[in-house]
């Protein structure tokens, strides 16, 4: 597996760096086809390190803050407007579905309601609950952290 540190900074850009997005790949040679979160700036780091947005299957969200999940609308979007054809994986808390359309909505009116190419298929995972995607398995675990959601989550 390789794994491509796409961003790791705070919500406000500390050191110049690009909000939370890890992106792993089965092997050396192959595409990432899975993000860890998906932050606000994360489609332009995905463009700074020339990684193709559309061979992405899955997002996996520990939760549902800007800096994490901000940048998700923007890669579907994206995936709309380059003809992307692959569904599109999200697993995330409790509340993504909604969360992602209401996002999707305030950004851009009439977006999440679109008729696409490709399904954004949504996974909302449960505490200690083991979810499986594209070959990664995924364990969320409730963590302390302030969100209107009703959980933080650590993937191992
Ligand atoms: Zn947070």
Known sequence: MRMTVVGSGD????????QTCI??????????RVL????????????????????????????LHGDNFGGLPFLVLDGQFRRRT???????PPGTQNRLEQTMEALYPGSSTVQRRFD???????DRQTVEVDGLR???????????????????
């Not at 919500?11 to 690009?18: D, I, Q």
């Not at 992106?23 to 990432?32: K, V, Y």
């Not at 692959?86 to 995330?92: N, P, T």
């Not at 995924?138 to 191992?156: I, K, L, Q």
């Open 11 to 18: 919500a406000f850009g500390s050191g110049g760096r690009f």
């Open 23 to 32: 992106a792993l790949a089965s092997d050396q040679a192959s595409p990432p």
């Open 36 to 63: 860890l979160d998906c932050g606000a700036t994360s489609l332009t780091a995905l463009r700074h390190q020339e990684i193709e947005t559309n061979s992405v299957d899955a997002v996996v969200l520990s939760h």
């Open 86 to 92: 692959r569904d599109l994986i999200v697993v995330g």
């Open 120 to 126: 954004v298929r949504i996974v909302e995972h449960l």
């Open 138 to 156: 995924v364990t969320p675990f409730e963590v302390r952290h302030a969100s209107s959601d009703r959980e933080g989550v650590a993937a191992r």
